[in-house]
């Protein structure tokens, strides 16, 4: 197929995201269980860390390697022909990448529809809740069904059921609005979102789906170490209250973009036994002096990364391999 320059260029850009993106996958999907084994040995805050940047780390890359690369190379050293041939080879990827995009992108457009649809119709059928010392704004929705669960991304509220409300003591209650706002501390629920944002490696095989739910396990952990600061009552106080909301029925189903107390039935038990076993499992506090550290490092690796990436021989050999790739 002949395409003229800049549909070359799109060609090339999808193309070249797809083979990089599908080949550090696959390095993520080997190291998934080596990945998974670290973090069971590290605190569960380090853990969703761990986790999220092996899930999100092919997408960095791929991403920094084609706007990086793949696109000023292109545009500094491809001349402007009328036209030229498309092989079938890089088409197809180029399909293939702009289709796992397009998924990707519908996907997360759906979970925030639906998300601020769910909060939308709370707020029209409940009412809003004051609590002292609650920074948080709460809905409050009548029914028996029982819901405590963050909402919202930019703008998060929590979510409460009054059966919930109704069956929790007050410190039960505290506790387990101290998980919500840990989520919200994290922003567990734009971590979701960028979740649902990245692309699978094969457009409709979920292949990194495992990093996903560790993640997801762990980052209730963490809520859980927060909320509880390390006390001993407070554990076990948070534990009687998931038992309680469990008691109360099946929870209602909720938005995507949502944290719910009760995110999973199989990981009830887990996490009660874990609280009760630990009693003072201690706070995921953040160490800013470590959080720095370890940013000022990637932010040096970067910019060297970038250095290499910017100098002429790199350019002209990456499009001497666009170049082999686009026929």
């Given amino acids: 197929m002949n395409a003229p320059y800049l549909l070359r260029l799109l060609c090339l850009s999808f193309a070249s995201f797809f083979l990089v993106y599908l080949a550090l996958a696959l390095l993520s999907i080997a190291a998934t269980p080596a ?35 793949c696109l000023p190379s292109y545009l500094l050293l491809e001349p402007e022909a009328s036209a030229e041939r498309v092989g079938l080879a890089c088409l197809l990827a ?18 925030s529809a639906r998300s601020l649809e769910y909060l939308r119709r709370c707020r029209g059928l409940g009412a809003d809740l004051r609590l002292a010392g609650e920074p948080l704004p709460l809905c409050l929705l009548e029914g028996e069904t029982p819901v405590l669960a963050l909402a919202g991304v930019v703008r998060p509220r929590i979510v409460l059921s009054r059966a919930v409300l109704r069956s929790l003591s ?83 189903r909720i938005a995507p973009l949502m944290a719910s107390l009760l995110a999973a039935d199989d990981e009830l038990s887990a996490r009660v036994d874990r609280l009760l076993r630990s009693g003072s499992a201690g ?3 953040r160490s800013p002096r470590r959080a720095a550290l370890a940013a000022a490092a990637m932010a040096a690796a970067f910019s060297l990364l970038l250095a290499v990436m910017l100098q002429p021989a790199t350019l002209s050999s990456v499009h001497h391999i666009l170049e082999h790739l686009i026929r």
Avoid: M
């Fill in 94 to 111: 180029a399909l293939a990448g702009a289709l796992a995009w397009a998924i990707s992108i519908v996907r997360a457009v759906r979970a």
């Fill in 170 to 252: 007050a410190e039960q209650l505290e506790t387990a609005l101290s998980h919500e706002r840990a989520h919200s501390v994290s922003h567990d629920n734009l971590k979701r979102l960028l979740l649902l944002l990245a692309p699978d490696p094969i457009p409709f095989v979920h292949g990194l789906s495992a990093l996903d739910r560790q993640w997801a396990k762990y980052a209730e952990w963490a809520a859980d170490d927060r909320a509880v600061a390390g006390d001993t009552r407070r554990s076990l106080s948070l534990a009687s209250a998931l038992v309680r909301i469990a008691r109360l029925g099946s929870p209602a």
């Fill in 283 to 285: 706070a995921s506090s």
């Fill in 35 to 69: 990945v998974i084994r670290v973090a069971k040995r590290t605190t569960p805050l380090a853990a969703t860390r761990l986790l999220l940047f092996a899930r999100l780390f092919p997408l960095g890359l791929s991403l920094l390697v084609v706007l990086g690369l």
